[in-house]
Nanobody, 123 residues
Framework: VQLQASGGGLVQAGGSLRLSCAASGRTFSTYGMGWFRQAPGKEREFVAATRWSGGTTYYADSVKGRFTISRDNAKNTMYLQMNNLKPEDTAVYYC?????????????????WGQGTLVTVSS
């Protein structure tokens, strides 16, 4: 499985961005999918997760109510809609996939990672 993240950019605080994660290669409906982010000098942290086939979604408390994870199975693409962005959301955002089970907040549970896309939120 190859993952390609895109959609990052520079946005003012309060603005919105939509990240995409296109999956290619061997894809399965049972994959768990997630978004993580890493700010400069900080560890990678969980943002949101779901199962590729649908079902329960999970969010970090810091993004709950502002970010929405979704997927388009026909396009093999996962999305992260980010609204009301804050400067503290500035980070490189990564998408990830795990072979079995639903989404997880543990980055060690994931088997495949995209290359990351930079989101910069100015104040």
């Amino acid at each position: 499985v190859q993952l390609q993240a895109s959609g990052g950019g520079l946005v003012q605080a309060g603005g919105s961005l939509r990240l995409s994660c296109a999956a290619s290669g061997r894809t399965f409906s049972t994959y768990g999918m997630g978004w993580f982010r890493q700010a400069p000098g900080k560890e990678r942290e969980f943002v949101a997760a779901t199962r590729w086939s649908g079902g329960t979604t999970y969010y970090a408390d810091s993004v709950k109510g502002r970010f929405t994870i979704s997927r388009d199975n026909a396009k093999n693409t996962m999305y992260l809609q980010m609204n009301n962005l804050k400067p503290e959301d500035t980070a490189v955002y990564y998408c990830a996939a795990k072979l079995y089970g639903g989404g997880s907040s543990n980055p060690l549970a994931y088997d495949y990672w995209g290359q990351g896309t930079l989101v910069t939120v100015s104040s």
